[in-house]
């Protein structure tokens, strides 16, 4: 079965500061996405990035980047630089190629503090 | 940037109704989904719809739900018999191609409360 798993319900951060929150995930396909995705007050959910799994470089944009590990099903989201605009529930996601469906975690609520 | 737009924001009904959850996917998309999360918990997948037709769907998606895509905008949700577990954040979504190779829209959700 797929599961994503995000350990940290919620996490806080000083502006300007770095952070990371934790994913790790249980599959057995090895052919399959992980994303991060961002749901500020607003409630739309807005793709931060997005990581093929046969790519060994870890994917980045901007202020965004992962660590993945595939061995150890691991795929965390770095923010550099936080900005107050950053606070949002941050969902960990995941996707067989194949497949029609994401599997999402429970979360992480990410407070920036001025 | 294109929007997933959802209608209403706030829905609530008394259980045993029924209710019709409304998306309007962006326009040239051909994948759409709903997906719910209820409060506290993590977003599951309900069903996906691609070429009028469902192309897969969960264990949540019982006989008390269906999906119409009765225009060529509208892509609806709808619950024959409310009960008070379906209370929930209903997501709509899509996607140019299939999920794993586009990007997903998502829409702002629509919070349905069931009394």
């Known amino acids: 079965a797929q599961t994503v798993t995000q350990s940290q319900p919620e996490m806080s951060v000083q502006e300007a500061e770095t952070v990371t929150l934790s994913c790790t995930y249980d599959t057995s396909e090895s052919d399959y996405y992980l994303f991060w995705y961002k749901q500020p007050p607003s409630r739309q959910m807005i793709l931060v990035i997005r990581q093929e799994a046969y790519k060994q470089q870890n994917a980045t944009e901007n202020r965004f980047s992962v660590n993945f590990q595939k061995a150890a099903k691991s795929f965390s989201l770095k923010i550099s630089d936080s900005q107050l605009g950053d606070a949002a529930m941050y969902f960990c996601a995941y996707t067989v190629v194949t497949g029609n469906q994401f599997y999402f975690g429970t979360g992480t609520s990410l407070t920036v503090i001025p | 940037e294109p929007e997933v737009t959802q209608t209403p924001s706030h829905q609530v009904t008394q259980m045993g109704q029924e209710v019709i959850l409304r998306c309007v996917p962006i326009?040239?998309?051909?994948?759409f989904y709903w997906y719910r999360q209820i409060l506290g918990q993590k977003v599951e997948f309900l069903v996906s719809f691609y070429n009028n037709e469902i192309s897969e769907k969960s264990e949540i998606f019982d006989d008390q739900f269906s999906v119409e895509r009765p225009d060529g905008s509208n892509f609806t949700l709808k619950i024959r018999s409310t009960k008070l577990e379906d209370s929930a954040m209903y997501f709509c979504a899509s996607s140019e191609g299939g999920v794993a190779n586009e990007k997903l829209f998502f829409g702002s959700g629509t919070q349905l409360s069931v009394l």
């Open positions: 326009s040239n998309h051909l994948y």
